[in-house]
């Protein structure tokens, strides 16, 4: 073989391996509506427990990073345990919570489970999950359209706005942006028909 059809097959091979990275993160855009469809699991909760730990699935060891949430409403699903009036969630998520760091020469590594969301222990999120695999993990439906952040509203006790990692679009919310929890979980409880 020359070195022109070495070069060639090296660089038809290089752009194969970006088609197919580019197209491993793509997703598709869902609504509402489809979420709670596909969802196994709907609730909100507040983080209380957060351990980077590491899963045994097809003979390999993976990162995972288990999520155990105090439980304030749930749509759909069962919690993981429920003492007296408390409920509890726990989520094992495949991923890191150790950012790219670079190595000797400067070369940064890129964890493949960046699309992933990570969730801060003491945050409050409405989630909606898929159901365990095999090997007991779970994920956001959508990876970060299934992942809502709750913040509270300045100057407003007791109202809160909810925003996922797309900014809310594509969810038929009448428009992108954050939206109030209420009229959220009223939609919620509507499409499941509660």
Sequence with gaps: MNRKTSG???????????SAAVQATMMLQMNLEEMTGRADKIFRGTVINVQQGTIEAGGAEL????YRFKVEELFKGEATQVKGDKAVMEIRM???LVHSKADENGNMKFSPFRDVPRLDEGGDYLLFTTPESAAGLSVTVGLGQGAFKVSPVDG???EYLVVNEFNNAG???????PVGYVELSTQIHALLGQ
């Design 94 to 96: 495949i991923g890191s």
């Design 171 to 177: 969810l038929g919310l009448n428009g992108a942006g």
């Design 63 to 66: 990162p995972a990073v288990t």
């Design 156 to 158: 407003a006790d007791g």
């Design 8 to 18: 060639f097959i090296a660089f038809a091979a290089s752009l194969l391996i970006l």
